[in-house]
């Protein structure tokens, strides 16, 4: 995605720069005396060609920023990122949807109109808009060099933007001196205006050179498992998008004669980024290495993992605790179109989740929605607000329809070892739960006043399904 994203902000700065040439389609908007966006004016010739060029660098501007490599950027980084949205935003409102009506420096009937107010609402918006998207260019031009300074990283941006950033300053006082000063007589604003616009156009092409080098080496990847007790060894799986934190009141209940086992699934809570689509087969795996034969815990769609690892590991599963566990009765796989599709974005998920777009809409999304489903907790604003985690929960929700079938099949070749399980159903009387607990052997044990979080709404009743197994540890 760090490739792309420079492209993107090439092709910005190339088409920002479009107005070098451009201007000689049209003789009549004076290239030193007249605004830039003149050129662009409704009632002059080219003009289409002009606000495409405009349209284009803002809109690959703002792809740039999204796809930007950038997961946790800082107070600096996310200045200065969200300046070049700000940018790229405002550009593509410049040109697309508030063009001026007509050549104001150029055209003195178009200066008359202006006067007198007889210009439409685009005409006298365009001053504001266009002010908006330099003064977002002018942010990043600041924001960026100091984050690439204090993280050690595009050397290229820490120089090269200093320098920018001095000649941007001069050429905006320079600009706003001469449109002060102008009253009507002949100042040359516009090539006060082309010099500030060019150093943004150098910019947007010595961001997206220094994106293009980049050779920042990939995080390695970290598994966070968290011990707590002793005895009989518990592992717990948190549903999708789960974290190990939702788990606290049951890891005290249980922590005094159980060895308590969290851990947080690649991508999701403090485990880094996935590498690929998640599978029962992987997710069995990942619990068989965290003990040696424990109680397993599955919530919700984990119910799913913790049922083939048993199917899969008959001698090293001691008994499972279902809570409130996902049921598909007649688990299929989809259509073929289906299954391409969702593998080409299950492809792209783990490079989009280190990128600032990711990370600004998990922040804008996840935490709202954590308190919203589940509450407030310390730890949700920071675990939830990178977008590696918005990455991982949409892989392992694209990725239920294959695991429930891959269920299906598992529970056609590999019969379930003759262990002790319990099925905690929470709400109302759950049909699909009866017919689980029944295929399965099960307890099924009803929680009518719990939420689908039950390890959040109750919690001791998780920890006493585990000791009602009566397992001891070996």
Not at 122 to 132: D, E, G, K, P, Q
Not at 172 to 179: E, M
Not at 232 to 258: I, K, N, Q, Y
Request: glycine share 10%; with cysteine; charged share 15%.
């Amino acid at each position: 995605m760090t490739r792309v994203a420079a492209l993107a902000f090439l092709l910005a700065g190339l088409c920002y720069a479009a107005w070098v040439p451009l201007q000689f389609l049209n003789p009549g908007v004076d290239s030193s005396l007249a605004y830039l966006s003149e050129l662009a004016a409704a009632d002059q010739p080219w003009s289409w060609l002009v606000r495409l060029a405009d349209v284009l660098a803002g809109t690959a501007c703002l792809a740039g920023v999204a796809l930007a490599p950038d997961e946790r950027p800082g107070r600096a980084g996310a200045a200065g990122w969200l300046g070049l949205a700000l940018f790229g935003a405002m550009t593509v409102l410049d040109a697309g949807v508030f063009p001026l009506d007509c050549a104001v420096l150029s055209e003195p009937a178009c200066a008359a109109a202006e006067a007198a107010g007889r210009l439409s609402a685009s005409h006298t918006l365009h001053a504001a808009v266009s002010s908006l998207a330099l003064a977002g260019a002018g942010l990043s031009l600041v924001a960026l060099p100091v984050s690439a300074l204090r993280r050690r990283r595009w050397p290229s941006l820490v120089y090269g933007g200093a320098v920018l950033a001095v000649l941007m300053a001069v050429a905006t006082g320079w600009t706003l001196t001469l449109v002060a000063e102008a009253g009507g007589s002949a100042v040359p604003v516009g090539l006060a205006q082309r010099f500030q616009v060019g150093i943004v156009a150098l910019w947007l092409l010595l961001v997206g050179a220094a994106l293009w080098r980049d050779r920042t080496r990939a995080v390695p990847q970290k598994s966070h498992v968290l011990l707590q007790g002793a005895g009989t060894p518990v592992v717990v799986c948190a549903g999708m998008a789960g974290a190990w934190f939702h788990w606290d009141r049951v890891a005290e209940d249980l922590g005094a004669d159980h060895l308590v086992i969290r851990f947080d699934r690649p991508g999701l809570g403090l485990s880094s980024g996935h590498p690929g689509p998640p599978s029962l087969t992987e997710e069995a795996e990942r619990i068989a290495a965290l003990a040696r034969r424990p109680v397993v815990v599955g919530h919700s769609v984990a119910a799913f993992h913790a049922e083939a690892f048993a199917r899969l590991n008959p001698g090293r599963v001691a008994g499972l605790v279902l809570v409130d566990p996902s049921c598909e009765p007649n688990p299929g796989r989809g259509s073929g179109t289906r299954a391409g599709a969702v593998r080409a974005v299950q492809g792209v998920l783990p490079a989009l989740g280190g990128t600032f777009g990711a990370t600004a809409l998990a922040r804008l999304l996840l935490p709202p929605a954590h308190r919203l489903l589940m509450g407030a907790h310390e730890r949700a604003g920071a675990v939830y607000g990178r977008g590696r985690v918005l990455a991982a929960a949409l892989a392992e929700w694209l990725a239920y329809p294959d695991m429930a079938a891959e269920l299906g099949e598992l529970r056609r070749t590999h019969p379930l070892p003759p262990i002790p399980v319990v099925v905690l159903s929470a709400g109302d009387d759950d049909p699909c739960h009866r017919d689980l607990a029944r295929l399965l052997g099960a307890r099924l044990v009803p929680l009518p006043a719990s939420g689908h979080e039950v390890q959040l709404d109750r919690p001791e009743a998780i920890a006493e399904a585990v000791r009602t197994l009566g397992v001891v540890g070996h």
